[in-house]
């Protein structure tokens, strides 16, 4: 793999001219979990990320991942620092901005799917088809990860790769600008987790959505436009990749 380090956004505000989608600075977040005691899960986090590219976080456990990602989604909200989307401020939205701002704009995909059983893949998709601004339709969704033929079977049907597409084909049928996967293959073997990265390496290439994995695997990171490594809560390294490597090609 080739790569190239980068310098940090302080010092870089754009990424061949152009201005960043979602932009990030001085991120911290403090929890108080009981007494005196004090966490800093983030440390005062710096980062621009791009429309249509790929970036892969990498970090060991409690090295604030999570965190970052559900600030960047609108989930969680920092103790401190700013950040806006294509230039709207969102630190201090209101509970009305940030749901619309999640509904409309942001996809998150998890380690556990999160479908409903009693619907099938088609019905699951649908749910947020139903609400979203301007969806694909539940067909279109599924096609896109390779799961035409099987919307019409219940989740209790489907392999745990396939479940998990079924929940990609979910989060982008809303056609977001912003995919957030936290862990998406941590209960997969190698084989079905390379199923479900291709998926959203499609999406990513097809739709122009800026997708940003959580992962501990440094594997994967061969198939980013960048990698940004975390420890304690604060950027430690972003190097981008010269070439993305094919999904297919990696092994872990």
Not at 24 to 52: F, I, S
Not at 177 to 201: F, M, Q, R
Not at 231 to 239: K, V
């Amino acid at each position: 793999m080739s790569e190239d380090l980068i310098p940090g956004p302080e010092q870089d505000n754009t990424l061949d001219g152009r201005n960043p989608l979602l932009r990030a600075r001085g991120l911290t977040k403090v929890y108080h979990p009981g007494g005196d005691v004090e966490v800093r899960a983030l440390n005062g986090v710096d980062l621009d990320l791009y429309e249509g590219e790929l970036v892969v976080l990498l970090g060991p456990s409690g090295s604030g991942k999570s965190t970052l990602l559900n600030i960047l989604g609108g989930l969680d909200a920092p103790t401190e620092g700013e950040l806006t989307f294509r230039g709207e401020d969102l630190t201090d939205a209101d509970d009305r901005t940030l749901t619309q701002y999640r509904r409309d704009a942001v996809g998150f995909i998890f380690q556990f799917y999160n479908l409903i059983p009693s619907l099938t893949a088609r019905e699951n998709v649908a749910l947020i088809t139903e609400i979203a601004r301007n969806p694909m339709l539940p067909e279109e969704a599924l096609a896109l990860v390779d799961l035409g033929d099987r919307m019409d079977h219940f989740p209790s049907q489907l392999s745990g790769g396939q479940q998990q597409r079924v929940a990609i084909s979910r989060a982008i049928a809303k056609r977001p600008e912003v995919l957030l996967c936290d862990e998406p293959t941590g209960s997969l073997d190698v084989k079905t987790g390379i199923t479900v990265l291709e998926a959203i390496e499609r999406v990513n290439q097809d739709l122009g959505t800026l997708a940003v994995i959580i992962t501990h695997n440094a594997a994967i990171a061969e198939m980013a436009d960048r990698v940004i490594h975390l420890s304690d809560g604060r950027i430690t390294e972003i190097h981008a990749n010269r070439e993305r490597r094919p999904v297919r090609s990696l092994v872990w």
